[in-house]
T-cell receptor, first 111, second 113 residues
């Protein structure tokens, strides 16, 4: 069964400190993985996709198939990074468009 | 470029009633998915429509149904409302391939009393 686990419901770090939001997944195959972010009073928005290997707002995420993880990292946190972050996966079924989300991690950046 | 538009933004209904929510995807997006978001269960997949056909379905009772029109607009219907149906219902659209990810709407907040 597809499952996404975000072990930390809350994460608090100081501005300028490194940030790592953990995501582990369970899937027998090669899933597509995503990070979504929801800032206060804003809609849920796509932050990055593993297939793009991109860095958005200083965040990166590397897919580790051996550890079945897709942790989100940023070397220097900014106050505007405070938000709710969701890890999600989409399975490889041809034509399928269904995301399974983790429970989310609320990140707070302290000044 | 207009985003995903959901109407109405807020709804209050009574137990036993039915409700219809509407979603207009981004122009050119043929896939529309619906999610239920609650504090306890998080984001749960309801169903996905692509070119007017239901392509995927989540584990929700038959009271939850949907449809998609030829212009890709989608509606979701919940019949015989229960208190537990109170939630934020999110619509998301995409080009249709699993690699792209979604663009979400702001949601419809449904309260059942």
């Amino acid at each position: 069964a597809q499952r996404v686990t975000q072990p930390e419901k809350l994460l608090s770090v100081f501005k300028g400190a490194p940030v790592e939001l953990k995501c582990n997944y369970s899937y027998s195959g090669s899933p597509e993985l995503f990070w979504y972010v929801q800032y206060s009073r804003q809609r849920l928005q796509l932050l990055l996709r593993h297939i793009s290997r991109e860095s958005i707002k200083g965040f990166t995420a590397d897919l580790n198939k051996g550890e079945t993880s897709f942790h989100l990292k940023k070397p220097f946190a900014q106050e505007e990074d405070s938000a709710m972050y969701y890890c999600a996966l989409s399975g490889p079924v041809q034509g399928a468009q269904k995301l399974v989300f983790g429970q989310g991690t609320r990140l707070t950046i302290n000044p | 470029k207009a985003g995903v538009t959901q109407t109405p933004r807020y709804l209050i209904k009574t137990r036993g009633q039915q409700v219809t929510l509407s979603c207009s995807p981004i122009s050119g997006h043929r896939s529309v998915s619906w999610y239920q978001q609650t504090p306890g269960q998080g984001l749960q997949f309801l169903f996905e429509y692509f070119s007017e056909t239901q392509r995927n379905k989540g584990n929700f009772p038959g009271r939850f149904s949907g449809r998609q029109f030829s212009n890709s607009r989608s509606e979701m219907n919940v019949s015989t409302l229960e208190l537990g149906d109170s939630a934020l219902y999110l619509c998301a659209s995409s080009l249709g391939d699993r690699v792209y990810g979604y663009t979400f709407g702001s949601g419809t907040r449904l309260t059942v009393v």
